[in-house]
C-alpha cells in the first residue's frame, strides 16, 4: 500500500476485504492523500448504483464503530438521490479508523438539495446554514456533493462541496461574506488569502467544502506543481522528511503535480493540510471534481 508504515508486515483483514470487494473500481482508478502522518493514508475510488453502495455497507458493517450510526448512513442514502458516489477509507497502520460517502450531483440533478435532501435534513443535520447559502456566498450553482464521514472518536460529520474558478478579487469578497455570514473573526480573512497566494498566486480554481456545524472549512486547489506545496509545507514547518515523502510519492507515478491540495480552517486557526494523488486509469480528481469541470462517468 502507498505509503503503509514500513512496519506493517503485512495487509489487515480489511485491507484484503477492501480489495475484494472494490476489485473494479481499484482498477479503473484511486486517489490517494497524505498528511502529516506517516502512518496514515487515505484511499478513495468512484462507484455507482445500488450494487456499488451494497458492497460500502457490507465494508461499513465490518466496523466495530459503524453499528451505532447505521441508521444516520441509511437515512442519508435514502434521501440523497444521487448520480454517482465516493468511498474514501483512512488507514492508520493499516486499520481503517474513518471512512466518508462522498454522494455526488450532476448539474441538471442539483436541484435535489433544495427540493429533496435540504428539505429532508436541514432539521438534523444543518439547522439554521443551508449548503445552498453557503454555495451563493461564493457564486456558486448548488453544491454538486454531499459527505458523511463515520468514525471510532465521534459522531458523523455530514459536509457539503461545491466548485468554483474565481478571481481573487471575487473570492476575496466571497471569503468575506462567508465570514460575516459564519460569525467567523475577520482576522482569519489574511491567513487564508496569505495561504492560497502562496500556492496558487493568480486566481482560485478547486472547491470548498463545509461541515454541517459551520465551524470547520474546507479549502482543496486544484492542481498545485509538487515545488509550490513544497515550499508552503517548508513554512508551515513541515519536517523535510514528510515534504521529500510526498515529492518522492507524486515522482513515483510520474506526476508533476497533485490532483488538489486541501487546506483545514477552524473558527480560531489553520488546522491541518492533506495532499491527494490519483493513481491507476483516470488522472482525473475524484473528489472533489478540482479541475472545476463535470466528471462524466466512463462506461462500461
Not at 56 to 75: E, I, M
Not at 194 to 204: A, G, S, T
Request: proline content about 4%; some cysteine; aromatic content about 14%.
Amino acid at each position: 500500500m502507498v505509503g503503509q508504515d514500513p512496519r506493517a508486515k503485512q495487509e489487515s483483514i480489511s485491507q484484503v476485504l477492501f480489495k475484494i470487494l472494490f476489485k473494479k473500481e481499484i482498477e479503473q482508478i484511486q486517489e490517494f492523500s497524505f498528511d502529516s502522518d506517516f502512518t496514515q493514508e487515505g484511499r478513495c475510488i468512484l462507484g455507482h448504483g445500488d450494487f456499488f453502495l451494497l458492497r460500502v455497507l457490507q465494508f461499513a458493517t465490518t466496523l466495530n464503530y459503524f453499528s451505532q450510526w447505521k441508521k444516520k448512513f441509511l437515512d442519508l442514502l435514502e434521501n440523497a438521490s444521487a448520480d454517482d458516489y465516493g468511498l474514501k477509507v483512512d488507514w492508520k497502520n493499516g486499520i481503517p479508523n474513518r471512512f466518508t460517502l462522498y454522494c455526488r450531483y450532476s448539474t441538471l440533478n442539483r436541484k435535489n438539495w433544495t427540493n429533496k435532501i435540504e428539505k429532508k435534513l436541514a432539521a438534523s443535520v444543518w439547522k439554521k446554514k443551508l449548503p445552498s447559502q453557503f454555495a451563493k456566498i461564493f457564486k456558486a450553482r448548488d453544491p454538486f456533493c454531499l459527505a458523511i464521514r463515520i468514525t471510532k472518536h465521534s459522531q458523523p460529520v455530514f459536509s457539503s462541496y461545491i466548485n468554483i474558478h474565481l478571481s481573487y478579487n471575487d473570492f476575496k469578497r466571497s471569503l468575506t461574506n462567508f465570514l460575516i455570514f459564519y460569525q467567523w473573526p475577520e482576522r482569519l480573512f489574511k491567513e487564508i488569502m496569505k495561504d492560497l497566494v502562496e500556492i496558487m498566486p493568480f486566481n482560485f480554481k478547486g472547491c470548498i467544502g463545509i461541515e454541517s456545524n459551520g465551524k470547520i472549512l474546507k479549502i482543496d486547489i486544484a492542481g498545485p506543481s509538487i515545488g509550490s506545496i513544497s515550499k508552503f509545507l517548508s513554512k508551515k514547518k513541515t519536517t523535510p522528511e514528510k515534504i521529500q515523502f510526498l515529492v518522492n510519492q507524486a515522482r513515483l507515478h510520474n506526476q508533476i503535480q497533485f490532483n488538489y491540495f486541501a487546506l483545514k480552517y477552524s473558527a480560531d486557526h489553520f488546522i491541518s493540510w492533506k495532499a491527494y494523488l490519483a493513481i491507476h486509469g483516470l488522472r482525473s480528481p475524484i473528489l472533489p471534481r478540482a479541475d472545476g469541470q463535470e466528471q462524466t462517468r466512463k462506461k462500461n
